[in-house]
DNA sequence: AAGTTAAGTATAAACGCTTTCATTTTGGAT
DNA sequence: ATCCAAAATGAAAGCGTTTATACTTAACTT
């Protein structure tokens, strides 16, 4: 594999016979500083020798680097991504497309456990970055070190160096809840992913309970299912509560993964949904749709969250003066959708 | 936002009391040409500074990025990925790992309709790229250019300059549909993406067709309905066999998100599966495992696929004489799993 | 003691680009 | 013709690295 020499600026100034900095003008939209003929010239030059700039170099001396960092959550134990789950998927989709259209590019990756994500910021000299997820207080210190504008999905991390896009979780908790309980629900379990400190999962289960509580029904701790956002979990939840609970009328899984799960799971005990059981889930990913019976939960617009994820983004980074961009939370707006899945009592 | 100075090799090299050369010889693991002592105060000096390298100068003067493409298909209106489909994410989450696990990161992208990966390569200066999926002629040819290591997921491109990884579609194609000629079918539909040149499909279909006339069975065109991979596209199909082919008994979708479209159309049309039609898919994403009913389909290891796909990329990489290494084709073995979509007739 | 060698270290060029700033050219105005 | 401002151009420094090369020192040989 004999490289060939890179065409570089040099090359194309040379065969337009011009200097260096002209082309670097033309190449940067100053083109005023140009002369219209000479501008002319250059285009013609880059064109035949097919120049393509090397951002590298480019990023060396403007210390930008048209590069954005997304990550993801990985599997508990492999260090894996969780990008099957279509929740992710489709929102990366979306940063991607809206990245590229503004000419930056995506390094996806995810963070080793106790790992920072200082390593790659600063190597790649990142312009920003898109962070899904929640993860240890010290990742979030380390990140603000960077510098470099930052939004958060799904966090409330409670510090306005980040821009965040997100959906009123308590809000969506409450609604599914509630939903249940204007079904004449009394007995409504809740499997959900691990309940921790500023992730959504701990404000849906803030919104259970206010639910809960406003229909004057006593909140029983041995309802809460919680270990982690999987088929695999909710389907056996699923069939703990079948088996286990048959006072139970009603779950709700705060994630339409772990719906699928517990659907399964119901089914598996010889259970029937919505017929024994009713189930609602959250997100509303575009498999829900298509599940049998077809799932009734919380819509979220996970497209749109990603696209402002990344405007938001873009908007900083582009703004001039980023320090004081203020740092707003977009909220994504939530509704019910009704579908199969939940009967009446 | 005031950018605090990079902290750099000559930070660390004045710090150290020694020059920025032995400095990079002990961070490029040439701590031969150092006494023993001084790479001792150099890991000092980079420790308390905190000092992380910046890629962009070392690419530029090692000409190695450490970074990799990995292109995936888009939807054909929009401009967006198709990563919701779990087919391509449980790959590229594969990837991603096992890509991070040996220092490379990676520039996930999409490539706008008629315009050429050479951009991206070269601009970032990619150590090499896979890419899932077939386009047109001119883009691989224009990826040759770059001369860089380059392993194709799923094409049949006949061009040894690059490496392969994927599985005997033929086969596939075959064995799916012998399977339900066993059990006895004689009327099969093929529900499938476009049928394009060197694609996956093409084979598929060729499998199709091979077990069709083995089995002495006329080949029908009117059978094979092919637009697009897709639900949507998998449950018009669906509708259109279960109202107007009464003498179909089977349909063999050739991905399982088309299967499970077709599925859906049937069951809307008052039809059942498997009782009156049979579906068998393929791929076996981790969906159909939970689909209900649970589907019948050709299974091939996806997670398999995508971490060789990058081992096979490293392995070009990091060979010292990369145009050397022959190209292989790897080949991931193929199964059937039997669920509960397909019925003996 | 002089010479040789090896080991350790430093200097400086190079990678491809942007951008400051000095210089040259142009074209009015006088 | 002369002057001046404005426009166009170019030289060169610098971004953070690596690495070839040169240099210095220490350690052996004779």
Do not use: C
């Not at 060939?4 to 016979?17: F, L, S």
């Not at 480019?58 to 990985?74: D, E, M």
């Not at 979306?94 to 910021?121: A, P, Q, T």
């Not at 979220?300 to 980074?317: P, S, V």
Request: aromatic share 8%; proline share 4%.
């Amino acid at each position: 594999m004999i490289l060939k020499r890179r065409t570089t600026i040099k090359d194309v100034a040379r065969h337009a016979g011009v200097s260096t900095a002209a082309v670097s003008y033309v190449l940067n939209g100053k083109e005023n500083r140009v002369s219209p003929e000479t501008v002319e010239k250059i285009r013609e030059a880059i064109r035949e020798l097919n120049y393509i700039p090397d951002f590298s170099a480019r990023s060396l001396v403007k210390n930008a680097s048209k590069l954005v960092g997304v990550i993801i959550p990985q599997t508990e134990d492999s260090k894996q991504l969780i990008l099957e789950n279509p929740f992710y998927s489709e929102m990366v989709s979306n940063i991607e497309s809206k990245l590229r259209e503004h000419g930056y590019h995506l390094i996806l990756s995810g963070v080793d456990k106790g790992k920072s994500y200082l390593d790659i910021s600063v190597q790649r000299n990142l312009d920003g970055a898109i962070i899904m997820g929640i993860y240890p207080e010290q990742f979030y210190a380390e990140l603000k070190e960077v510098k470099i504008p930052i939004v958060l999905i799904d966090s409330y991390i409670n510090d306005t160096y980040f821009s965040k896009v997100g959906i009123d979780d308590e809000q969506g908790g409450y609604l599914a809840t509630r939903y249940l309980i204007d079904r004449g629900h009394r007995n409504i379990a809740l499997v959900t992913g691990s309940i921790r400190k500023d992730g959504v999962v701990e404000k849906r289960f803030l919104g259970y309970k206010r639910a809960l509580q406003e229909a004057g029904i006593f909140y029983n701790p041995d309802y809460v299912f919680e270990h982690s956002v999987s088929y695999a979990y909710g389907y056996e939840a699923g069939k703990a509560i079948a088996a286990g609970h048959p006072e139970i009328t009603a779950v709700f899984a705060t994630a339409d993964m772990v719906a699928f799960g517990v659907i399964q799971g119901i089914k598996e005990s010889g259970k029937d949904v919505p017929e024994d059981l009713s189930v609602i889930g959250f997100d509303d990913i575009f498999l829900s749709r298509m599940f049998v019976p077809p799932l009734t939960t919380v819509r979220q617009d996970i497209a749109l969250k990603g696209r402002k994820a990344a405007e938001l983004l873009l908007e900083i980074i582009e703004s001039d003066e980023p320090d004081v961009v203020d740092r707003k939370m977009e909220e994504i707006p939530l509704s019910i959708v009704e579908r199969q899945t939940v009967r009446s009592l």
